[in-house]
């Protein structure tokens, strides 16, 4: 959405926000003071239906410059080191360490800082010599991360197979319990160890990581990819140039019937979304010069044919309430079989939509653009009645059983990524092979990707990042945090009630 | 005392179920299914789901109080209409017969079916209750079609108060047992029966590499020691075996049950001695539920 010159002013004066934070808003906002109907030959219809509500563009802007998402290959600068930051190949961890610090510095994103820190289990094992010893740099590294990367779409990957490394990494984040990195374990019961991979679902009970990726389902439709941001599944060494998302709920409304929704409504934003994408990702590969000028591309940590985009969704929830009401239906989406049905039939209308628009510069998706279940951000009202993705909002879930196999059934649309989280009580704490039975049964059945968490906790995940508790009340009470996610999800908190999600007994 | 069931055809083979709980960690290893049949051959005087214990005998006492008219009476019998309840427990609480009108009659295929929704997610399936071997004919044949149609685990979790003569087919179909050892000398004070066939059905079941678990509520002024040193010997050749020495609490008891039971909780210290007991004895995963 466009930004006002007010904007510039509350921020700068904002009580709320730390100096770097107040430096990134100004940023953003200074991205969206231009016009885009000039600048990147958006539609007027375009740009209503992202004044209406229909299209949110998550403000990532108009004068754009970089990717949204920057998947570097780590490997690589392992290997290679970075002529531009004038880096030579790691020869000890402390080196190791050391560089990738640096080189974080230098991996822009749609938050300024890098959403993706490398497979790390992969990058350390190698180095570790004296395991005593080279905790204690883990450990700090880590920590280093949390304090400076003060954003916790920032995603760790680890996996599939057990290292010594992983174990120590595992270690740590409980020790620290930090919420950023983000972290995932790329899950693969023919690969992963049952021990580590129990170890990992321990972790996640107590600091709500490792989250759980189905690597085999990712590998078979992705190949070479990566785990970044909130779940995002990406090609290594590329990225995403941009997501926007359909708000669903508010698409449904004014809509009379499902058939109205599906054939006329739907196809109307979506094609709407899909034109303005193109033009963001012309103008991103064609003029704003990221791929002739960044470092990164010309050493090979990323390149262009990497690159796909991605087209989210959320309110999957209140379109299907929507047209259950109209229908005159006493049922609720996540406790309705015949609900689960209309939601089926506006994800395959969708996908099929998006599956036959001819993509630009995305050749390594099939030219194709990605759908992805998308989080629910505070970006205006309308998020209030969107919950995030294909998720049942907090309150109307089922029992847990019920509530997996329903979430379960929707994770094969979202090529680009979708999670499910799910809450339990103390019980879990020391049966860890219990949590591993239902992620098992979970990717058994067609989950990407799925969360567990304690409800006692202070740190959990909310719809999709890290924040603690306590940070969050703390925007609630209008101070001062460390943290951009905490901020965000004080408002998805008011918006979705996240902290109040069911216990599972 | 309870009968066991005769002998039926698959078609006829039916059960009462107080309940099933598609996710536990608390019924064996993993995350399991749990089948709670209705009724039992005991009365223990700590039972914390005494609802479990007995039959409905049509009184239709649990009609009159049920806040949302969930349940009516059908044909005779105490009708429950699961949309309407909302598990306030009124009706249980003025049961006079230790019943539920909760219960749903199941066929062995029906329950396979409940299990088979969740079976992606489960190692296996616990049958419990009240007591599940009241209806061992039908544990066995559900068993059967379990293993025949899935590879989820079949494990029991009973009192140990069964005539193992009659348990042959029950015992060879089941993986594991979890055995309540109640008591070696105050069984009919505690328990309500004259039953001792516990310690020799544990002898019988180890044997046979079959225990997977004991259980001991711990109550004063019982037997608790003589117990617990009994089956801790008993479990010194079997080293796997866990013994879960539990606390006894008054959660889910009534008023009367309540006062027979508050003074007799034992400390921490307590607790502690009976440990520590027990693993002189010779057991050696010994967990203390407090």
Do not use: W
Not at chain 1, 297 to 317: P, Q, W, Y
Not at chain 2, 24 to 51: K, M, T, W
């Amino acid at each position: 959405m466009k930004s006002t010159l007010h904007d510039i002013v509350n921020t700068a004066v904002s009580s709320k926000l730390t100096c770097q934070q107040k430096l990134f808003n100004l940023a953003n906002i200074a991205e969206r003071l231009v016009d885009p109907e000039e600048v990147l030959g958006y539609s007027e219809k375009e740009t209503e239906y992202i004044e209406k509500g229909m299209i949110c563009d998550l403000n990532e802007g108009y004068a754009i410059y970089r990717p949204r998402y920057i998947v570097p290959d780590y490997m690589s600068f392992l290997k290679h080191g970075c002529k531009f930051l004038d880096i030579r190949p790691p020869e000890d961890l402390d080196e190791l360490l050391d560089n990738l610090l640096i080189f974080y510095h230098h991996v822009p994103s749609i938050t300024s800082f890098p959403v993706f820190i490398g497979p790390l289990d992969l990058m350390i094992d190698p180095f570790i010599n004296d395991e005593k010893y080279d905790y204690i740099k883990i450990k700090r590294f880590l920590n280093h991360i949390d304090k400076t990367i003060t954003d916790s779409f920032c995603h760790a990957d680890i996996g599939p197979k057990a290292t010594n490394a992983g174990k120590m990494i595992l270690k740590a984040i409980v020790e620290l319990e930090n919420p950023t990195p983000n972290m995932t374990l790329r899950y693969d019961p023919d690969l992963t160890d049952p021990d580590f991979a129990q170890k990992a679902a321990a972790a996640c009970l107590k600091v709500s990581k490792p989250s759980f990726s189905n690597e085999k389902m990712y590998r078979k439709e992705m190949g070479e990819h990566e785990i970044v941001s909130c779940y995002n599944a990406l090609p290594s060494a590329g990225g995403a140039y941009t997501l926007p998302r359909l708000r669903l709920g508010t698409i449904a409304q004014g809509t009379s019937s499902l058939d109205e929704l599906l054939n006329q409504r739907i196809p109307d934003v979506s094609e709407t979304m899909l034109s303005m994408m193109d033009k963001r990702i012309k103008f991103l590969v064609e003029k704003s010069n990221f791929f002739e000028s960044s470092f990164l591309v010309s050493e090979g940590f990323i390149k262009r044919e990497n690159f796909t985009a991605m087209f989210g969704i959320v309110g999957l929830a209140e379109a299907v309430n929507h047209i259950l009401y109209k229908e005159k239906k006493d049922e609720h989406f996540g406790m309705s079989s015949y609900g689960d049905d209309i939601a089926h039939k506006i994800m395959r209308k969708i996908q099929s939509i998006v599956n036959n628009h001819k993509g630009i510069y995305v050749e390594r998706t099939n030219n194709r653009y990605l759908l992805h279940g998308q989080v629910g951000a505070n970006l205006s009202h309308e998020d209030y009645s969107n919950t995030p993705a294909h998720r049942v909002p907090v309150g109307d879930e089922p029992s847990l059983p019920k509530h997996i196999k329903q979430a379960g059934q929707f994770h094969k649309y979202f090529e680009s990524g979708t999670g499910d989280l799910f809450a339990f009580d103390q019980t879990y704490t020391d049966k860890p092979e219990a949590i591993l039975d239902i992620i098992n049964g979970a990717m058994d059945t067609g989950y990407r990707y799925i969360t567990t968490y304690l409800e006692n906790t202070d740190l959990i995940r909310v719809t999709g990042y890290l924040i603690k508790k306590s940070e969050a009340q703390k925007v609630a009470d209008g101070k001062v945090v460390l943290r951009d996610t905490a901020i965000m999800g004080e408002g998805t908190n008011q918006n979705a009630k996240v902290f109040k999600r069911k216990i599972r007994r | 005392m309870q009968k066991y069931s005769k002998e039926k055809s698959d078609a006829d083979c039916k059960a009462i179920v107080n309940k099933i709980i598609p996710f536990s960690n608390v019924d064996g290893p993993g995350n399991r299914l749990v089948v709670f049949f209705q009724g039992c051959n005991a009365r223990c005087i700590y039972c914390h789901n005494p609802e479990t214990m007995g039959y409905c005998q049509r009184c239709f006492k649990c009609i009159e109080v049920c806040p949302q008219k969930a349940l009516s009476c059908l044909n005779g019998k105490v009708e429950h209409n699961e949309s309407l309840c909302i598990s306030c427990d009124a009706c249980i609480r003025v049961c006079p017969h230790h019943a539920s009108p909760r219960t749903k009659i199941m066929g062995v295929d029906e329950l396979y079916e409940e299990i088979k929704a969740y079976s992606p997610y489960i190692r296996g399936v616990t049958v419990s209750g009240g007591e599940p071997l009241l209806n061992y004919n039908f544990v066995i044949k559900l068993f059967k079609k379990i293993k025949r149609e899935s590879g989820l685990s079949c494990f029991v979790d009973t009192n140990g108060f069964f005539d193992k003569r009659e348990m042959d087919k029950l015992i060879e179909i089941t993986d594991k047992f979890m055995l309540d050892i109640k008591s070696v000398d105050k069984v009919r004070e505690l328990c309500g029966i004259e039953s001792k066939d516990s310690i020799d059905n544990l002898k019988y079941l180890l044997k046979q590499d079959k225990v997977f678990e004991v259980r001991t509520v711990i109550v004063d002024e019982m037997d608790a020691e003589a117990t617990v040193s009994k089956v801790a010997f008993l479990l010194k050749d079997y080293q796997d075996v866990n013994y879960k020495l539990i606390r006894v609490h008054t959660t889910g008891l009534n008023e009367s049950r309540k006062e027979r039971i508050k003074h007799k909780i034992p400390n921490n210290e307590k607790m502690e001695q009976i440990r520590a007991l027990a693993l002189e004895k010779g057991a050696k995963k010994v967990e203390c539920i407090l």
